[in-house]
């Protein structure tokens, strides 16, 4: 479906922040991006949609070379690849349901939208689409008035709404709790299946990565250095992504936050520690 070919950027600086990037995204399939900041994550994602021009390298969807396109072609390109943000990018002026009829802004156009006039299928598959993301008791709210998990649900909606083929997902669960980022991941999952989406995901948190995620790809200085399952992702292959650390005993964000009923992330290993600072009664 989608296919990355000797993929580089240079900017004008001349700092290389990708280089030689081959990756095959098949229908359907969730990939998480992992490494350390300044790997190039999201770099990788916005060359997909061209908000980033790669210096090199051929990007295609499908039978389209996006890389080739002029301006025209890529803004109808740009509609079957939806963008969730790690900062939302909402208008805070404006009710839920008006930033979620902005993801057919591609389709109906400026002044219609401007205007407000919007089809009647877009309107019913709005509403149907927060209903799904468990907004549908906000629709009229202002967007300023939400917690970060309700904006970024309303996100993932106005993404959908695009009727895209393929999700670009940046850093969805950045500013979120433990809790929160779960639930967002565990939704964006089950709409990719539900829709055969396929969905690259820059995020940070790798036991959510391992959880949610069909396979993780490892960027290290712009370079590939790992693709593969989740149960592949060994404590040797985390030191090669992000350097020496003691990833045998680290606790996860999961294992410090989650109630005791709570059901656990996979971790990294288990070995009885407590984490610093810590006692068996609490903080010490």
Not at 73 to 94: G, P
Not at 115 to 137: C, D, I, M, S
Not at 199 to 212: K, P, T
């Amino acid at each position: 479906m989608l296919t990355l070919s000797a993929v580089c950027k240079r900017y004008p600086t001349g700092d290389l922040a990708l280089t030689d990037i081959d990756l095959a995204l098949p229908r359907g399939q969730v990939m998480a991006l992992i490494g350390p900041s300044g790997a190039g994550k999201s770099t990788l994602i916005r060359c997909v949609n061209r908000l980033v021009e790669p210096t090199t390298g051929s990007i295609r969807l499908n039978d389209t070379e996006i890389t080739r396109l002029s301006s025209g072609k890529l803004r109808e390109a740009r509609r079957t690849m939806a963008m969730i943000f790690q900062e939302y990018a909402l208008v805070d002026r404006l009710t839920v349901m008006e930033n979620v009829l902005s993801g057919r802004l591609g389709y109906v156009g400026f002044w219609r939208s401007f205007l407000r006039r919007y089809p009647q299928e877009t309107v019913t598959e709005a509403f149907r689409l927060l209903e799904r993301v468990g907004l549908a008791h906000a629709l009229d709210k202002r967007a300023d008035a939400l917690s970060g998990g309700q904006r970024q649900r309303v996100g993932i909606a106005r993404a959908l709404l695009q009727s895209p083929k393929l999700l670009l997902v940046d850093e969805p669960t950045a500013s979120l709790d433990p809790k929160t980022s779960r639930q967002i991941m565990r939704l964006i999952r089950e709409l990719c299946a539900e829709r055969e989406l396929a969905a690259i995901i820059n995020i940070h948190d790798v036991a959510l990565a391992r959880q949610f995620a069909d396979r993780i790809v490892g960027l290290r200085a712009g370079e590939i250095v790992f693709d593969g399952k989740p149960g592949e992702l060994t404590s040797e292959i985390l030191t090669t992504i992000y350097g020496e650390e003691d990833w045998d005993t680290q606790a996860t964000e999961d294992e410090r936050y989650a109630p005791p009923s709570a059901q656990p992330l996979a971790p990294l290993a288990r070995t009885g520690q407590l984490a610093p600072g810590l006692t068996a009664g609490g903080i010490r």
